[in-house]
């Protein structure tokens, strides 16, 4: 009985040590596998947001092409017609440009009182004219057809669209705002850039797109199942989005804590890619966010891509490995303990 409990005593220390060297082994081949997993996830999804950035970046930049274009021209041409064509050259050259570019909402032009042909008082309370006669001629399209809106002169010379690229100097991006068309409220983007003569400021030509001229390549962003793409400003809102309620809607504000304690406009502010992980108000999962500030011309304006998808899907393959390394270990404690057996107990 002793000699029998001997080798009893005997195999449970092999059968103990050896699977803890085993499960040892397995828990860190596991533990790198997982984190290999994630980390090749999340540099699939950094590389997303890195693509559809550029993306984004590259689909505002056109329409600043355009307007410098449009600029110059103006600028020339006006330099050498008379004072009494010059505003419906603008006019038609602005109307062209929307005509031939359907993906933007709105382009336009705004002077100073009488800086274009010193004709203010003689368009008084013409056409496409407030009672001042100052030039500000918005073009813009609705319902498939293409329009003129007459301005509040003197209101709109002190919104955001023209004080800020006449104090800025230069090519300007305005921070997305929600704006009310048709009883719909809608995100809208402005680019502007300064007009001038001899060095002197006379006025800015600019261009507005909604929220639909960022949906295709937003929808088009799919990572994983149950994955999306959204559009983020620096101030926190977002611009789009494949679920349309939530376009319009400021994560800065409505998740204040969270984004604060990680930093997250710092992060778009400084240009610096971003991670984070959180359960999702929208589907209620765990998700994985990556995102990717980028700069819009020569703005110095920022916004990021970010792309999203659920934990459980990221960690898919870690999960059936998982499952893979449970039975192995089932069957490597079988193993162990038969060998330990039949080499300590005696047939």
Known sequence: MKFFSIKWKLFLRVFISATLVFFTAMSIIFYNVNRLTKESAINYLE????????????????????????????????????????????????????????????????????????????????????????????????????????????????????????????????????????????????????????????????????????????????????????LLSNDGMIVAHPQVNQIGTNIFKSEKEFHNKIGTKQSIDNGKIFNFTKVSSISKENMIYQGTPFKIGKTGAKMAFVVTAPLNMVMENANKIKIIFIVIAVIGILIIGGVAYFSVIPF
Request: aromatic share 14%; with cysteine; charged share 30%.
């Open 47 to 230: 590389n997303k947001s890195l693509e559809y950035a550029g993306q984004i970046r590259e689909s505002l930049e056109y329409p600043l092409q355009d307007i410098s274009v449009l600029k110059k021209s103006i600028e020339t041409v006006t330099a050498s017609i008379p004072n009494e064509k010059k505003r419906f050259f603008i006019n038609n050259l602005l109307k062209k440009y929307i005509e031939d570019n359907k993906n933007i909402y709105g382009v336009w032009v705004a002077y100073e009182p009488n800086a274009l042909d010193n004709m203010d008082s003689v368009y008084a309370n013409t056409e496409g004219h407030d009672k001042t006669g100052g030039f500000l001629p918005y073009w813009y399209r609705e319902d498939g057809k293409i329009l003129m809106s007459p301005p509040d002169y003197k209101e709109e010379l002190k919104e955001d669209f023209f004080t800020i690229p006449k104090l800025n100097d230069k090519e300007t991006f305005i921070s997305p705002y929600l704006e009310e068309i048709n009883g719909k409220k809608i995100v809208m983007v402005t680019l502007a850039i300064p007009i001038k003569k001899d060095g002197k400021f006379l006025g800015v030509i600019g261009v507005d797109v909604a929220q639909d001229y960022f949906m295709t390549i937003v929808n088009n962003c799919k990572p994983y199942e149950g994955g999306y793409g959204f």
